[in-house]
């Protein structure tokens, strides 16, 4: 049965009541890391991909206040190599047939039936995302995303000043929106789904970490249909350099395994439950010191609790 959020959580604010349009806020973020990203491309002396715009509440930026600091002090230095790990070898036997029982978890998950446009994927969530005061504290994360991408939606977010913010649709939609209806337009054939994914991916890692990087972004804050999502994890195992963590354990103390790959000094690792094979949550482990961070320190952790959809934007499954 479902419930009205609380009565002061639907309480829109009102775009005078704020010094920036709401959400603003995080699309600084995004273009301070991307900022960043050009800067380490102009170093590097190589020529970077248009960059792509992403939606900046899907992907919150990763240290970006200890990294802004690192380029303003000089001491970020690109790799010559693209960031990447020089010929990664390809996904190991145990890897693979891992990621394949995930997908055939995903493709017998049951699809939600009936969805209409002006609904709201809801997902609530545990979340730690470091910044240049380190790791911030757990602490709760609700957002509620329209079905089509075209309605307004909300996130609350109050640790991070975002409580009770509307999310308005940026338009034109692009290829990397996570909208359900979008989602669904998306490749059933992993080959083709790889393809989709090397070329719609951009930043400053290499191309399989980029392609690594999307899969993630897809799995973190979307409803994904069952045939597509079955495609993204086979994707995913024929990205050279990506392994099978035995024991991973997400935000909420959950212990799963993990699917992850790493890249100039960061781990990136998708969890999901060793039974169901259900995505549970990620985590990000520097794997070297960095200006930013020491070694073992973690950048982002994070466990999904609930994934439904609603039929307004506040309202709780």
Not at 229 to 256: C, F, M, Q, T, W
Not at 277 to 304: C, H, N
Request: aromatic fraction near 4%; glycine fraction near 6%.
């Amino acid at each position: 049965m479902k419930s009205e959020a609380e009565p002061d959580f639907p309480t829109f604010p009102s775009p005078s009541e704020r010094d920036l349009p709401p959400g603003r806020h995080l699309l600084l973020k995004e273009h301070l890391m991307t900022e960043i990203r050009q800067t380490e491309t102009e170093t590097s002396g190589a020529p970077g991909p248009a960059p792509r715009r992403r939606r900046p509440w899907l992907r919150p930026a990763l240290v970006a206040g200890a990294v802004a600091a690192a380029v303003a002090a000089g001491v970020l230095v690109a790799s010559p190599f693209g960031g990447g790990p020089a010929q990664a070898g390809p996904p190991s036997k145990e890897t693979v047939k891992m990621l394949e029982d995930i997908a055939d978890a995903a493709r017998r998950s049951p699809a939600p039936k009936n969805v209409r446009d002006d609904q709201f994927v809801y997902i609530k969530s545990k979340v730690a995302f470091s910044s240049d005061e380190g790791l911030d504290p757990l602490h709760r994360r609700e957002i509620w995303m329209s079905v089509d991408g075209r309605h307004t939606g909300l996130l609350h977010e109050p640790v991070n000043d975002h409580k009770n913010m509307r999310m308005e649709p940026e338009l034109p939609l692009v290829a990397t929106d996570t909208n359900y209806r979008n989602l669904q337009k998306l490749p059933t054939d992993p080959v083709n789904m790889l393809d989709w994914l090397r070329r719609e991916s951009s930043g400053e890692k290499s191309a399989d970490q980029q392609a690594f990087t999307l899969v993630g972004d897809l799995s973190r804050e979307s409803l994904i249909p069952p045939k597509q999502a079955a495609a993204l994890y086979l994707a995913a195992s024929k990205i050279p350099g990506v392994e099978l963590i035995e024991d991973a354990v997400d935000a909420e103390g959950r212990h799963g395994v993990a699917i992850a790959r790493e890249d100039d000094g960061v781990r990136e690792e998708l969890i999901f439950d060793e039974k169901t094979k259900q995505y549970l949550g990620e985590r990000e482990v520097l794997t070297e010191d960095k200006p930013f961070g020491k070694k073992g320190d973690l950048l982002a952790d994070t466990a999904v609790l609930e994934r439904k959809v609603v039929d307004k934007a506040g309202e709780r499954p």
